[in-house]
């Protein structure tokens, strides 16, 4: 199953969903990374579809421009 991986420069819809695939290939972290600042409260919380992470492109977006500034 292959996930769709929208073009990093793509104008995108800001309530648009991505997944953790995105996600670290937008910032070159891992995962695992992820999930512990998850568990600290330091990123976003996931929306759980089913089984299915996924997080709103606006909220992850301002999590790096806090990190960047």
Same mark, same amino acid.
């Given at each position: 199953?292959? !996930? #769709?991986l /929208?073009p990093? $420069?793509a104008? =995108?819809?800001p $309530? &648009?969903?991505?997944?953790?695939k &995105? =996600?670290?290939?937008?910032?070159?972290?891992?995962? %695992? +990374? #992820? &999930?512990?600042?998850?568990?600290?409260? %330091? #990123? /976003?919380?996931p =929306?759980?579809?089913? @089984?299915?992470?996924r +997080? @709103?492109?606006?909220?992850?977006?301002a +999590? =790096?421009? !806090? %990190?960047t500034?």
């Amino acid at each position: 199953m292959s !996930t #769709f991986l /929208p073009p990093l $420069d793509a104008q =995108i819809h800001p $309530d &648009y969903l991505v997944d953790m695939k &995105y =996600i670290t290939t937008l910032t070159g972290m891992t995962d %695992k +990374w #992820f &999930y512990a600042l998850i568990k600290q409260n %330091k #990123f /976003p919380h996931p =929306i759980k579809l089913g @089984r299915s992470s996924r +997080w @709103r492109l606006k909220e992850v977006e301002a +999590w =790096i421009k !806090t %990190k960047t500034n």
